[in-house]
């Protein structure tokens, strides 16, 4: 299996800009999640899709974050309008039913 | 909400053994996870805990205390190659699926 696959790897982009991460994840898993990982906050759940269905996005920090899985092979993680604060490595990770994680190699986001 | 606590920071020396606590409170507490982070790559997954007690996996091993709210990496033979960051996380029950949320994680120096 090729694992979890994000795209792109690096992006930089200037403020007010829109950001569109993509994520394909594990074939036959049925859980896919978006974090967010800073030196000074750790690894943050932003949200999680369960059967493509998003299940909990109280980690998205404010409504310029969206995310979308139109299948189960598919999903994108949006950011308009993007400012500096923005800026960190975005991990996509895709499990079965919340047991391991697998974690794509994720999309390091820096804005100007 | 939920609190997880490690050291944000260990060295030890090359052939030693390790111990990285994490300690948490939770609310749906439903399993532990640990993760491993080398510089610049994603998390891989090393071993998950749902009863109390030790998991032994090689030179890993990882130890369980549901109603102390605590877990411990136990890492011996300590290896250059084990020089990287320690994720603790947290399974938690939510009302349609569990969530996973991380600790900040713990960065090992390993000394020769």
């Known amino acids: 299996d090729a694992g979890v696959i994000q795209s792109p790897r690096h992006e930089v982009t200037e403020m007010g800009q829109e950001v569109t991460l993509r994520c394909k994840p594990i074939s036959g898993h049925n859980s896919l999640f978006w974090y967010r990982q800073t030196m000074m906050r750790g690894l943050e759940l932003l949200i999680y899709f369960n059967n493509n269905v998003p299940i909990d996005d109280s980690g998205m920090p404010e409504d310029r974050f969206s995310a979308k899985m139109p299948n189960a092979s598919f999903s994108t993680l949006k950011i308009q309008p993007s400012e500096p604060r923005d800026s960190a490595v975005y991990f996509c990770?895709?499990?079965?039913?919340?047991?391991?994680?697998?974690f794509g190699e994720g999309s390091r986001l820096t804005v100007l | 909400g939920q609190n997880i606590d490690q050291p944000t920071e260990m060295t030890a020396t090359e052939g030693a053994i390790v111990q990285i606590n994490c300690t948490y409170q939770t609310s749906g507490f439903n399993g532990l996870f640990w993760y491993q982070q080398h510089a610049g790559e994603a998390p891989t997954f090393l071993s998950y805990?749902?009863?109390?007690g030790l998991e032994e996996k090689g030179r890993f091993s990882s130890f369980l205390s549901r109603s102390k709210g605590y877990s411990y990496l136990l890492l011996k033979e300590l290896q250059m190659k084990d020089s990287a960051s320690y994720l603790c996380?947290?399974?938690?029950?939510?009302?349609?699926?569990?969530?996973?949320?991380f600790g900040k994680g713990t960065r090992l120096h390993i000394l020769p």
């Open positions: 990770a895709s499990s079965w039913d919340t047991g391991e994680l697998f």
């Open positions: 996380a947290v399974r938690k029950e939510g009302n349609r699926d569990d969530k996973i949320i």
């Open positions: 805990n749902v009863l109390d």
